[in-house]
């Protein structure tokens, strides 16, 4: 084969495909060698659906042989966070709990990446539950940062971000329920978008935080994320928070002109425990997005500090509730020999979850207990709605806020693997979108001298998705002429 | 607020999680590490902040909650009970509930 993989985007993989350059049989194929040759080291991928991506390659060249138009992300080589449930592909969710689970039924955002065309490749590792910051929670192994190989790739989406950064995939979907998409994209270098909440159906996501999950696109460029997310967008009747609102057409709002636009610059995201190179890359960005036209505003988002400890009582006690269903019976890992079914669901539960799930169960379940309750969860729920107050005072002054991802770019493994504190603390910059339910994207905006990937965060109101990709496209080309 | 063994003991029995002793003095610890984190918050007055419990309704009208009570197809017996532990044609099979 003639074709650089590493090369494909969206775009240009169902051009290649349209132009009858390659089948999608043989672009699918050329894939699943490369995946042979190089996931090894990676362990992006932990479950390969070969059988059901070469039935629906085969259905694209049979369009392609007949003349038929093509569908939008015809023979596009994707692979989804196996937090996703697939009809007949087993889906763990990173879990032993799920080692051997097939499931019935599709999730919704796979269902339409696939009736767009797309070729499902595979389900890619995560953290177990997506509870974790750096793929080291996985039940089968962690995921390596191919930009460093003795590096976290983040989490919990780090087979995403790994397989988009190695291009064992064109793209990839995630998930994102304190900065799960946002913060691997930034360590290994590649574009995350979290869609507002209740964009993107969440039906056929394995539950961790119903009032924070979201389910987005990791990819190699902004205007393929937004090309993705256009297809996976809008209401479906299976999940009862997706909105009925129109879906923009996001791959032509990207070419618009960002002069005139006001960009926030939050003083807690720059302040102490910020990495100096990251620092540095960021405040080039914004200085390139003012040459750009936009106006610079410096804001405050006082309640910051306070993000953390909020999102991780809401976030557990979600969890202990969405958990509580893993109970053995119907199905899932079941401890063998128990003689009684409160001991079956104690044991099962004891031997499928790993320690960072069992942690968050206990600390969720305890939040919410008797005498409790008002002390944390919802002391929590009233912070969540200072935090969105921030947001709401900053955004009469500005149409977008731009901050860094993460703190500090990826971490080696191990580094903070016995501290769970430190580890919640890579999400500083991140949770807060998911708490008040706005969108949020990260897109490489430099490297450090180590040559590590540093993301550039771009938040912006509800429902302005469009806003969002305008400045993720022009950090994209700023960064792109600037090195 | 310190979380006793005692307190740990009764909220692994709330959450059916059967956690062995090194497990569960790691859970004492680790829950009041989190925990004298998360203190943090009673900097806070909150009493005249309401709770936020939406996330997306409040933003848009157009969220339906409701919809058609039409009949639709469910996902088909067979293919419900193949993920079951212990296979059954008609149930899933479980242990003795009631417990002497």
């Known amino acids: 084969m003639d074709f650089d993989l590493n090369l494909l985007t969206v775009a240009s993989a169902r051009n290649a495909i349209e132009q009858r350059q390659i089948t999608a049989t043989t672009l699918a194929e050329g894939f699943y060698k490369k995946i042979d040759a190089e996931d090894k080291a990676i362990h992006a991928y932990l479950t390969l659906s070969k059988e059901r991506a070469l039935a629906q390659a085969a259905k694209i060249d049979a369009m392609a042989d007949k003349g038929d138009p093509l569908p939008p992300l015809a023979g596009v080589p994707v692979g989804i966070k196996d937090v996703m449930v697939t009809n007949g592909v087993r889906s763990t969710a990173g879990s032993k709990i799920l080692e051997n689970f097939i499931p019935p039924y599709d999730c919704t955002a796979v269902a339409r990446l696939e009736a767009a065309g797309a070729v499902i490749l595979g389900k890619l590792n995560c953290d177990e539950f997506a509870m974790g910051s750096s793929n080291e929670n996985s039940a089968y192994g962690p995921v390596r940062n191919p930009r460093d190989l003795t590096r976290v790739p983040g989490g919990s989406s780090g087979g995403s971000a790994a397989a988009v950064a190695a291009g064992t995939a064109v793209a990839a979907l995630g998930s994102d329920t304190g900065g799960s998409i946002r913060q691997p994209a930034a360590f290994c270098g590649v574009v995350g978008v979290m869609p507002t909440y209740g964009r993107v159906s969440r039906y056929g996501l394995i539950a961790f935080a119903s009032s924070l999950d979201h389910i987005g696109p990791l990819t190699k460029s902004v205007s393929d994320a937004a090309l993705i997310l256009k297809y996976i967008a809008g209401r479906d009747p299976m999940d009862s928070t997706s909105v009925e609102l129109p879906v923009p057409d996001y791959p032509v709002e990207i070419g618009k002109p960002v002069k005139g636009l006001r960009i926030g610059v939050p003083a807690e995201y720059f302040g102490e425990g910020l990495d100096a190179e990251v620092k540095a890359a960021v405040e080039s960005t914004i200085q390139r997005l003012a040459a750009a036209g936009c106006e610079v505003v410096n804001i405050s988002l006082p309640h910051t500090k306070y993000a953390i400890p909020t999102y991780y009582l809401i976030a557990t006690a979600e969890a202990s509730s969405n958990l509580a269903r893993f109970d053995g019976v119907r199905y899932g890992h079941r401890s063998k020999d128990s003689k009684t079914l409160s001991a079956m669901y104690r044991r099962s539960r004891d031997e499928g979850f790993g320690p960072e799930v069992k942690r968050r169960i206990m600390l969720g379940t305890y939040a919410l207990s008797a005498g409790y309750y008002d002390a944390y969860y919802l002391k929590a729920q009233r912070v969540r709605t200072l935090l969105t107050r921030d947001f709401e005072i900053a955004f009469q002054k500005v149409d977008a806020i731009i901050t860094p991802t993460t703190p500090t770019p990826a971490f080696k493994l191990g580094e903070k693997s016995d501290d769970p504190l430190a580890m919640y603390l890579a999400d500083i910059f991140t949770v807060t979108a998911d708490l008040i339910g706005i969108p949020g994207m990260s897109v490489p905006c430099g490297k450090s001298k180590d040559g590590l990937p540093i993301g550039c965060q771009v938040l912006t109101k509800h429902f302005d998705e469009a806003t969002m990709f305008r400045i993720g496209h022009a950090i994209e080309h700023a960064t792109a002429a600037a090195n | ?100």
Do not use: C, W
């Not at chain 2, 004492?28 to 900097?43: K, M, Q, T």
């Not at chain 2, 939406?54 to 009970?81: E, G």
């Open chain 2, 1 to 100: 607020m310190n979380v006793t063994s005692k307190d740990v003991s009764y909220v692994a029995s709330l959450a059916h999680l059967d956690l062995n002793a090194e497990e569960q003095a790691r859970m004492v610890r680790d829950l009041n590490s989190i925990l004298g984190f998360i203190e943090s918050l009673n900097e806070l007055d909150t009493k005249d902040v309401p709770p936020m419990a939406q996330v997306a309704s409040a933003r848009s009208s157009k969220t339906s909650t409701l919809r058609d009570d039409a009949l639709r197809p469910s996902l088909p017996h067979a293919a419900a009970l193949k993920n079951s532990p212990q296979p059954d044609a008609n149930f899933f099979k479980v242990p003795k509930v009631i417990e002497r």
